[in-house]
């Protein structure tokens, strides 16, 4: 087999420039696989629009939400909350035929592999908090008097959990159980919105919002789970770093006033593996 595994995140179509670009993003050949790594947009009909279409011109596409998905927006016709929007994006993604966290983990056999390919959907528990700040409580307060809160606050809701934080915790045990099924002869590509790891968050130019970023429960998944690349976005800064001899890819398109800023017209899908000749 040849071909690509690419990676992408944070199409935010609901902004006509991000939908174009993301509209034209094209397989180089007939195997290659797309993973969409979370914050395709708010709108339903928008995700799955999208997803829908990138199915269409890729030979396998892989998905795991992003906080954006799960935000219940006004301007959305479809106004489930929590537990029930992810159930339905995950319908939805099987009806087009888009793998999902729910699904059993696609195996990458092209260049660079055999390799367990592993959609993760984690959110955050207010743990990656700035130094001396003891409790999700004073963490928060600090964000509010700084001005820094993310509309998650607002719009993401985690019925039928109490908070984030809940939600967070019953999908990492949930997740935990995938992943330690895995057949222990097999590297994975871990995929996950936000980092699994708090170091590519202390480039943040707000470190407060760091704690709707993660959390602490997964730094050592990368090792734990032998990852040969971790996959995340969420950020909105587009990188490659490595941790612990292990390559993280923040493979985010961002907001047009940020890919602006960088100069040349974007092609934000990055080659994760395959040599691309
Ligand atoms: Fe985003
Ligand atoms: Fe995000």
């Not at 995950?90 to 888009?98: A, H």
């Amino acid at each position: 087999m040849t071909g690509s595994l690419f990676a992408v995140s944070d199409l935010h179509v609901s902004y006509p420039r991000n939908r174009k670009i993301a509209g034209r993003l094209r397989p180089e050949s007939a195997d290659d696989w797309l993973i969409v790594a979370g914050d395709v947009g708010e709108v339903f009909a928008d995700v799955e629009q999208t997803l829908a279409g990138l199915r269409d011109r890729f030979a396998t596409v892989i998905w795991a939400p992003g906080n954006h998905e799960l935000w219940t927006h006004p301007n959305d016709p479809v106004q489930l909350r929590g537990v029930e929007r992810y159930d339905a994006l995950v319908r939805m993604c099987r009806d087009n035929g888009v793998l999902t966290p729910e699904d059993d983990y696609p195996v990458w056999t092209g260049p660079g592999g055999p390799v367990t390919v592993a959609p993760l959907f984690l959110l955050y528990d207010y743990s990656f908090r700035v130094p001396g700040v003891t409790g999700k409580e004073e963490s928060l307060r600090r964000a509010y008097a700084a001005g820094v809160v993310c509309t998650d606050e607002m719009m993401l809701h985690p019925a039928p959990f109490p908070d984030r934080e809940s939600w967070c915790w019953d999908r990492v045990a949930r997740t935990r159980e995938r992943l330690d099924a895995i057949d222990p002869a097999m590297s994975t590509v871990l995929v996950s919105h936000w980092p699994l790891v708090r170091e590519p968050t202390e480039v943040l130019r707000y470190p407060d919002f760091a704690q709707w970023c993660g959390t602490e429960l997964t730094a050592d998944w990368h090792r734990r789970y032998r990852a040969t690349v971790a996959v995340y976005g969420h950020l909105h800064i587009p990188r490659t770093t490595h941790y612990d001899g292990v390559r993280f890819e923040e493979v985010s398109l961002g907001y047009p006033r940020e890919w602006v800023r960088r100069g040349t017209p974007p092609q934000p899908m990055r080659r994760i593996l395959g040599d691309g000749s």
